[in-house]
């Protein structure tokens, strides 16, 4: 027995002698019974040849007490929690120990009396440099948490454990992967020493793997041991619970791809990172999460800002660099860079849980029901696509209001933020936010503003289609959405608003349905609350303030581009109130007058300066609702019925709408009825101020005929949706009778709909004309020193002019052809009066030379327009005033020029331009009587333009001339002549002159206020606030599925 025993010992000596030493290090902190058992199974290794260092976040002396039981010998050091395990673990390198290996884990593991033995002896048998062990739940044995991770060239992990997955043992074979998280894992000490550690830039999150990538690039394998087992507690640790935990791991992914790629694979890795993270952010911002765009901007900002240790890491790998970019390549896992756009990672570290939205929505177009939607989708597409060919490939006339986009992004960012008025007569004051919005967005379509005027003008259809199909989703069911979007698309007023050039009524044809949401939302009324019914399923959870941002910034934009779309809005959210009543169903008036009112106000500030200049400092109907002599007045009641303002007769299939419509006031329950009443408010109000109009009922004029018919088409599809609702659920509640024939009729109303809508297709251009007016309007001649005076109906200019005579109006622009700056006209002021009245005493055959009296307006031509395209493209068309006509002929200052049937244009003799020079003491200090009673000319030849925009001119003066500029007195603009700044004064009573009295070359330049600088910051710094307060509203919001 003596024998026995001696041999016996004689082995432990001979395995102790021959396994080599293991230094293990724990980052200890929150010490608690658990990190008890984790020291006694570090303590109960039958690995005897192992020493203990302990790094603590906390008090010494307490961790001491608890480790001196189990390791008296072991080494305790203090290390920063905020620099992160990476960190921490690199400690062991300034220790004078010399061990085989390094063993590091975290403080809440406990391993299997054979782990690091196991783990000694695979490193030796398969020379393998990193070991990892299985690691399971610490309460739940049989359930995986990490069996090693595969790596892509993105260095995104790819865990190939499941989250819960069940020990099986799968995985019970000696495996090689990519990387092992340091949760536990086992390391040589001569590579740790010489790749130096972790990489200490990154402190925490991605030290690990990345480590375990440099362990591969210099000839290293990284193996799991699954008969090594660890129990994780998964505790979340002080150096662990960073809310910015996202940021730091995209931070040290980018930096892993920088400095770990090769010289020939770092260009495409590095470029396929940056342009993938740039999408993902983007892609997050159509979802309402900003968070994910500020980590892309903040990632590679940090990596930029740490340059010097990145090209210090990459030098010394490419020093100990022993396998080639192609073998790493080939062991890392071949995944498609795009499903990282719809992924999101979960609180473990080295997991990735999918939370895959395209999943989501290809799991949902599955269904069956589903099927009708792809079908609309799909059919709807085509048909519009096919509608709108000729307009896609060429071009969308410039017709009414739909000016053209002649000017680069940067540009009308410029003319925006200038305060400085081209059109009209000139003006000082905030231009409309619609100019600024549309160049940042120019910027975001790359200066493509030919392809950004598309978009929004074609665009505009489908996204209000978009919106009736959210706004029905609640509803529960494709066929009322399908309906829907079907009656809104099919209906022919955004078509005719197109052929005329309506810009308004496309506005708000776009806009009204996504109004209407929110306003549902914040009534909360069924199915979009539980207020009057059961909450519907694929609603947002409420919330205030997220119902008060999205539709104050929505109202904000509409202002911007058409302000009478905003009384659209706030006559919609009355009409709905006033439904609620007639149906018998209950609405939370109070909570949807607070959001409408508070949202109302949000998007006054947004355009506070243009409204309060162009609108609350100068209010009348008239400025607010326009001086159009409307189209209404020829559309009587059928035609409104039938939605076809355009129409020559009455179509018959126009029927087809409001009997489509009628459906659900026969059929429909619960809240079917009740928006079903409520899109007949909406459609009954729209015919009833077509009437109102027609009858001429109220002393002023309201908006064309397609305006005031938007909601009239939001509440017949609104109505008919709801119609396919009560087919599907209502009607079988009732006894069998004459509702059993409602089907029938309904499929013959909606072909009487759409047929219509299918004809028009075949045009290619929605019946837009194929000529337009700056084809017969476009001249060589410099424009930059021109105002054209411009007299037609209303309704056949790009913007509202000023009001001639009862059946015409006139608006001055800076040129022959309608551009970009026609679209707006500043306020009208008191000199705006005196250019009518010139105009008037020429109509009275006060004066025969009207021409000098336009001069002073720096008025070069006179154009007529009776057509708003001309021949031979047929369009709106009128007789012109003869009387006008004649007296004009009769002006001896005014030369006649034909330019089509329709059009003329009167060439001005007696002007020189908008800035030019005139005899001395005739305009400067001259009141405006005297200038009007001279009988010789005044003014001598127009100044050169130095730029676009009529900013700047120059030209030679002598001492006996003066300049002129036809600009309401502002002393923004700048004179110099000879070096010397010469003030500027008023001349004849409005206008702004200088009268230098010297010889020389005359610059002169308009400069914007500081006042104006000011108001613009301001201006953008709230847009941006509400837009971040926007998308933070969004971030987080929750649906029901119901």
């Known amino acids: 027995m003596d024998d026995l025993i001696e041999d016996n010992e004689n082995q432990n000596a001979i395995e102790t002698f021959m396994l080599p030493p293991v230094q293990i290090t724990v980052v200890s902190h929150n010490e608690n019974e658990w990190f008890q058992e984790s020291l006694a199974s570090l303590a109960n290794q039958n690995y005897p040849d192992k020493r203990l260092t302990v790094l603590s976040t906390g008090d010494l002396e307490s961790v001491r007490s608890l480790v001196e039981p189990y390791f008296p010998e072991a080494d305790l050091l203090q290390v920063n929690p905020s620099q992160g395990l990476g960190v921490a673990f690199n400690k062991v390198l300034e220790n004078s120990d010399d061990p085989a290996f390094y063993f590091f884990c975290h403080h809440d593991v406990a391993l299997a009396p054979d782990a690091i033995r196991l783990m000694v002896e695979e490193s030796y048998r398969s020379n393998a440099s990193v070991i990892g062990p299985k690691i399971v739940n610490w309460d739940r044995p049989n359930e995986l948490l990490d069996v090693g991770m595969g790596m892509d060239r993105l260095a995104f992990p790819l865990s190939r454990a499941e989250i819960g997955e069940i020990d099986q043992e799968q995985f019970d074979t000696v495996d090689q992967v990519f990387a092992i998280s340091n949760t536990a894992f086992l390391v040589r000490a001569d590579l740790f020493r010489a790749l130096e550690g972790f990489d200490e830039a990154m402190g925490m999150f991605g030290e690990d793997l990345d480590f375990c990538w440099r362990a591969q690039i210099v000839g290293g394998k990284v193996m799991t041991v699954p008969g090594a087992v660890a129990r994780h507690r998964e505790e979340s640790g002080e150096y662990k619970t960073s809310a910015k935990r996202n940021k730091f791991q995209e931070r040290h992914r980018i930096r892993s791809i920088l400095s770990n790629s090769g010289r020939l694979a770092i260009l495409p890795n590095s470029l396929l990172a940056f342009t993938l993270s740039l999408l993902k952010g983007i892609f997050s911002l159509t979802r309402g999460r900003l968070s994910d765009l500020i980590t892309f901007i903040d990632s590679w900002i940090w990596n930029f800002l740490n340059l010097k240790t990145l090209f210090e890491k990459r030098k010394n790998i490419k020093q100990l660099r022993q396998v080639a970019d192609s073998e790493i390549r080939s062991e890392q896992a071949q995944s498609s860079p795009i499903k990282h756009l719809f992924n999101q990672s979960n609180s473990a570290i080295g997991k990735s849980v999918v939370d895959s939205r395209l999943r989501i929505y290809l799991d949902e177009l599955r269904n069956g029901p589903s099927r009708v939607s792809i079908a609309f989708l799909i059919l709807g597409t085509i048909l519009f696509l096919f509608g709108s060919r000729h307009l896609v ?435 009208e002021r008191n000199v705006d009066n005196l250019l009518v009245s010139a105009l008037l005493l020429a109509r009275e055959n006060g004066t025969s030379n009207l021409g000098s009296l336009l001069a002073q307006f720096g008025i070069t031509d006179i154009v007529l327009i009776e057509r708003l395209v001309p021949l031979p493209s047929s369009g709106p068309s009128f007789q012109m005033d003869q009387r006008f006509k004649l007296a004009l002929s009769r002006q001896l200052d005014l030369t006649k020029v034909e330019i089509s049937p329709g059009i003329t244009r009167y060439r001005n003799l007696s002007s020189v331009g908008f800035a030019g020079t005139a005899i001395s003491s005739s305009t400067v200090g001259n009141s405006l009587q005297e200038y009007a009673s001279s009988t010789g000319p005044s003014f001598l030849e127009g100044l050169n333009a130095t730029g676009n925009g009529m900013r700047a001119y120059e030209g030679q003066i002598n001492s006996k001339q003066e300049i002129f500029i036809a600009f309401p007195y502002t002393n923004q603009w700048k004179l110099e002549i000879n070096g010397i700044e010469i003030g500027s004064e008023v001349a004849i009573d409005w206008a702004t002159g200088f009268s230098p009295q010297v010889d020389g070359l005359a610059r002169i330049s308009y400069q914007t206020s500081g006042q104006q600088k000011t108001t613009t910051f301001l201006q953008v710094s709230l847009w941006l606030i509400t837009l971040i307060a926007l998308i933070r509203s969004l971030s987080d919001t929750k649906v029901y599925q119901g």
Request: charged share 10%.
């Open 393 to 827: 490939t060429r071009s969308v006339p410039a017709i009414g209001q739909l000016v053209p986009f002649d000017k680069g992004p940067m540009e009308i960012i410029e003319s925006w933020a200038s305060g400085y008025w081209t059109v009209g007569i000139g003006h000082e004051g905030a231009l409309p936010n619609s100019m600024g919005l549309i160049g940042v967005v120019g910027i975001i379509f790359w200066g493509f503003m030919g392809l950004l005027r598309t978009v929004l003008t074609l665009g505009l259809i489908p996204i209000g289609v978009a919106g009736i199909w959210l706004f029905l989703k609640p509803f529960g069911s494709p066929y009322v959405k399908v309906a829907g979007a079907v009656i809104y698309l099919v209906n022919p007023l955004p078509y005719h608003a197109l052929s005329t050039g309506n810009w308004d009524a496309l506005v708000l044809f776009a806009t009204l349905p996504w109004a209407l949401i929110m306003l549902a939302r914040a009534g909360k009324s069924s199915p979009f609350g539980n207020t009057g019914g059961q909450l519907g399923a694929n609603v947002l959870s409420p919330n205030l303030f997220r119902e008060i941002i999205t539709l104050g910034f929505l109202l904000g934009v509409i202002a911007s581009f058409s302000p009478i779309s905003v009384i659209a809005v706030v006559i919609v959210s009355l009409l709905v109130i006033v439904g609620s009543f007639v149906a018998g169903t209950t609405i939370k008036i109070g909570r949807l007058s607070l959001v409408l009112s508070i949202a109302c106000l949000i998007g006054l500030a947004l355009n506070l300066p243009w409204i309060f200049d162009s609108y609350i400092n100068n209010f009348s109907l008239e400025t607010l609702l326009g001086n159009r002599i409307s189209s209404s007045e020829n559309v009587g009641i059928v035609k409104a019925l039938t939605l076809s303002p355009d129409a020559d007769g009455t179509s018959i299939l126009g029927w087809g709408f409001p009997i489509v419509a009628l459906m659900p006031l026969l059929l429909a329950k619960g809240e079917r009825w009740a928006w079903a009443v409520r899109g007949w408010m909406l459609y009954l109000s729209g015919i009833g101020l077509v009437w109102i109009q027609n009858m001429e009922l109220i002393p002023f004029s309201l908006p064309r005929a397609e305006v005031l018919l938007i909601p009239a088409s939001l509440g017949l599809a609104v109505a008919g949706a709801m119609g396919a609702g009560a087919l599907q659920r209502d009607l079988q509640t009732f006894k069998f009778g004459w509702r059993q024939l409602v089907p029938v009729t309904a499929i013959a109303a909606i072909l009487m709909a759409i047929l219509p809508f299918l004809a028009l297709t075949f045009s290619g251009d929605w019946g837009m004309p194929d000529d337009e007016l700056n084809d017969v309007l476009s001249y060589e001649e410099d424009n930059n020193n021109r105002k054209i005076l411009f007299v037609s109906k209303s309704d056949l200019l790009p913007a509202t002019g000023n009001e001639f005579t009862e059946n015409l109006s006139v608006l001055v622009s800076s040129g022959f052809s309608s551009t970009f700056d026609s679209r707006w006209q500043p306020r």
